[in-house]
């Protein structure tokens, strides 16, 4: 589950914070992907194309790379009783 962050100008740049509770959140990457994409599909049985990168968007992480994790206890104990 995503968190909702804002962004928060300090004397050292902007941060993330959640949205709800206001505390510190970490970028985690996506398991499933490359920068936002999952596998390469060009509609071929056969894929004969020279460079088959990835270009099909990833349904775990829809298409960010990752998502925002807030830190803090209890939007931890949030999503835990959601899950």
């Known amino acids: 589950m995503s968190t909702n962050v804002e962004y928060i100008e300090t004397p050292y740049g902007k941060v993330a914070a959640c949205k709800k ?3 510190e959140t970490i ?3 996506c398991y499933n992907c490359d920068e936002g994409y ?8 056969t894929c004969c194309c020279r460079d088959p ?4 968007t990833c349904d ?3 298409g960010e790379g990752g998502w925002w994790v807030c830190l803090s206890r209890e939007c931890a ?7």
């Open 21 to 23: 509770c206001g505390s």
């Open 27 to 29: 970028w985690k990457e």
């Open 38 to 45: 999952s596998h390469h599909d060009c509609g071929e049985d």
């Open 53 to 56: 990168r990835p270009n099909v």
């Open 60 to 62: 775990i992480c829809n």
């Open 77 to 83: 104990d949030l999503r835990r009783d959601k899950e």
